[in-house]
């Protein structure tokens, strides 16, 4: 086995093994939302309370997110925050 060889094998593993990584990081987040779904823990939107599917955002969709985000700037320019 020569240099260029250990090179291709050492690339490999660094692959596999970041690969890996990434896989093990995707399962553990989908774990985590099955184990929340499974207690039947319902997230809803801040907004408009219209529950979300996933757990990945705390809004229904980008309009309620700025809608949200306008109603908490209002507050805090009128001092009720
Ligand atoms: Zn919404």
Do not use: N, P, Y
């Given at each position: 086995m020569d240099d260029l060889?250990?090179?291709?094998?050492l690339e490999e593993r660094t692959?596999?093994?970041?690969i890996s990584k990434v896989k093990s990081l995707i399962e553990t987040?989908?774990?985590?939302?099955?184990?929340?779904?499974?207690?039947?823990?319902?997230?809803?939107?801040?907004?408009?309370?219209e529950p979300?599917?996933?757990?990945?955002?705390h809004y229904c969709d980008a309009d309620?997110?700025?809608l949200?985000?306008?109603?908490?700037?209002s507050e805090r320019r009128n001092g009720l925050n």
């Open positions: 060889d250990r090179a291709q094998i692959r596999e093994l970041a987040e989908r774990e985590h939302t099955q184990s929340l779904m499974e207690k039947g823990v319902t997230l809803l939107c801040k907004c408009c309370d979300l599917d996933g757990f990945i955002s309620c997110r700025d949200a985000h306008e109603i908490r700037e």
